[in-house]
């Protein structure tokens, strides 16, 4: 079984920046589609950004509220998943989920059709 584990959340005030991390043991990303994820209160998973390897280059996608204020990357070693938080806003807590594995192709955005999650990240922006 994988498991993801994701560190780098916390307290920020608006206009700040987070780096948000998420990496699995003897797990690695380079042949995978992995997303971030953020879920507020009991609400749904909403996707945030994704990474497809499905084809060279990578293709990176954004939702449109994050879009020029966040960015989704691998390093180098394809074992360690970023998320670049910017310019955050109280609309973007509280928490946020890595995900791996999209077993369905064209379900980008759908979160139940990621199969490797970690348990969440915590994110405070105050205003």
């Known amino acids: 079984r994988v498991r993801l584990v994701e560190s780098g959340g916390g307290s920020v005030q608006e206009g700040g920046s987070l780096r948000l991390s998420c990496t699995a043991a003897s797990y690695s990303f380079s042949r995978v589609s992995v997303a971030w994820f953020r879920r507020a209160g009991d609400g749904e998973r909403v996707g945030v950004a994704v990474?497809?390897?499905?084809?060279?280059?990578?293709?990176?996608y954004y939702a449109d509220f994050v879009k020029g204020r966040f960015t989704i990357s691998k390093d180098n070693t394809k074992t360690i998943l970023y998320l670049k938080m910017d310019n955050l806003t109280p609309d973007d807590r509280p928490t946020y989920y890595c995900?791996?594995?999209?077993?369905?192709?064209?379900?980008?955005?759908?979160?139940?059709?990621?199969?490797?999650w970690g348990l969440g990240t915590q994110v405070t922006v105050s205003s």
């Open positions: 995900a791996a594995f999209r077993s369905r192709r064209d379900d980008t955005w759908n979160w139940t059709a990621y199969r490797y």
């Open positions: 990474i497809d390897t499905d084809g060279t280059p990578e293709s990176t």
